[in-house]
């Protein structure tokens, strides 16, 4: 048995305002966010039967995105059981609502975050007054969470393939640009950047400067996803499903060992390589992407593991024009991480600017008629997590 391709759609996707958000709480946010999704696809809080809340936590008290989060959730939406719970990545969640909703398990489910007034990385970070003040396998111990770990990598890579911090820079150039067509990105007011704006931007952690890094600001968003006659019926074009999945290897900042560059890839290749199996298509069919691109080198990176170009071959593949509006499979039309919002864990974003994309709601943004679109959510570098979701429209 196959993956139940269009029988559930996304009908429902909301965003809040990004950015400093001094005067919201995550709650707020989440609960906007919801409500906001819920009515764009014209239905009421009343319809919700799943609930997938973002891995990482959801910003309230100490839930952290488990059963204690939907618990808390079934109460102050429902005040009824609920019938999916799901935890994870927003495109793995997605395509497991999908098959839960196909086999009738629910009927109307939510994917939702916000956080606002928690800062992400070693700002946001308790330190105990008293030893261990970290556990054996907290990366903390290791120093500086993720962008030294990052540049690190980076280092690594630029290495192995004759990658240069101009190749890298690229990535933030075409983000940048599609961020300026972006009336909600953070960054796009600021106007178009170059290569050279990239280099000289201030060093943060060899070889990643300020550009090469992504924002850290507030925000919140929802996606509503349900049976595929309920999305026929839903105010806005339904967004099927066509396929998706999941994977889960090494290296959560500590414990990541070589080949660093497999061409067989690890978890993106995996989840990417199993998500086009269940869906039915080809690379060759994709129109549009939502990537990950938390740093400049993730940027090439994901491209290289979904396998859209060989390992080394993404700063070439970007260079061409292929990632930018008017090339043959725009990436982040939003702006990405590095340009349009980051905000905590962001992942679901790359799923609704493909929605939008589909739907056709992107104004100067717009990638001329697209059928095929796919969302990448990573995490932990592509050793780690990630998940990918491939959606279209009729």
């Known amino acids: 048995m196959g993956f139940p391709r269009r029988q559930a759609a996304i009908a429902g996707v909301y965003t809040t305002q990004q950015g400093k958000l001094p005067d919201r709480s995550s709650f707020s946010l989440q609960l906007e966010a919801i409500k906001g999704a819920v009515a764009d696809a014209g239905m009421t809080i009343d319809d919700i039967d799943g609930l997938l809340p973002m891995s990482g936590g959801n910003h309230i008290g100490n839930q952290a995105g488990a059963t204690d989060a939907h ?43 916000g956080k606002a007034g928690r800062p992400v990385g070693p700002r946001g970070t308790m330190t105990p007054d008293k030893a261990p003040r970290v556990t054996e396998w907290s990366f903390p111990i290791h120093g500086g969470y993720m962008i030294p770990f990052y540049a690190m990598w980076a280092q690594r890579y630029m290495h192995e393939f004759d990658v240069s911090s101009e190749d890298l820079a690229q990535v933030a150039v075409v983000d940048r640009y599609h961020a300026t067509l972006n009336p909600d990105s953070v960054m796009g007011h600021k106007g178009e950047i170059t290569v050279e704006d990239v280099l000289a931007s201030r060093p943060i952690a060899d070889p990643l400067r300020l550009f090469d890094c992504s924002l850290d600001n507030d925000g919140g968003y929802a996606v509503v996803i349900t049976t595929a006659e309920r999305a026929r019926d839903a105010a806005k074009r339904p967004v099927y499903v066509l396929g998706g999945a999941e994977a889960a290897y090494t290296d959560f900042y500590v414990s990541f060992h070589d080949d660093w560059f497999a061409e067989a890839g690890h978890s993106i290749r995996n989840a990417t390589d199993k998500a086009f199996g269940l869906a039915g298509v080809s690379r060759d069919d ?109």
């Open 71 to 113: 618990q808390f959730w079934a109460e102050q939406l429902r005040r009824r059981p609920i019938n999916l719970m799901e935890v994870g990545g927003a495109s793995g969640q997605l395509a497991k609502a999908a098959a839960a909703i196909a086999a009738g398990m629910c009927e109307v489910a939510v994917l939702f975050y």
């Open 286 to 394: 994709i129109d549009v992407v939502g990537s990950y691109d938390c740093f400049t080198v993730t940027g090439l990176r994901n491209l290289e593991e979904m396998g859209f170009c060989k390992p080394g071959e993404g700063a070439d593949y970007v260079r061409e024009g292929h990632t930018r509006l008017g090339g043959k499979m725009p990436v982040n039309t939003d702006g990405g991480l590095l340009s349009g919002s980051h905000c905590g864990d962001p992942s679901g974003q790359m799923v609704i600017e493909v929605v939008r994309q589909l739907r056709g709601e992107c104004g100067a943004r717009q990638v001329p008629d697209p059928k095929i679109g796919l969302a990448l959510q990573q995490g932990f570098a592509v050793h780690g997590i990630g998940s990918t979701l491939i959606m279209g429209v009729d």
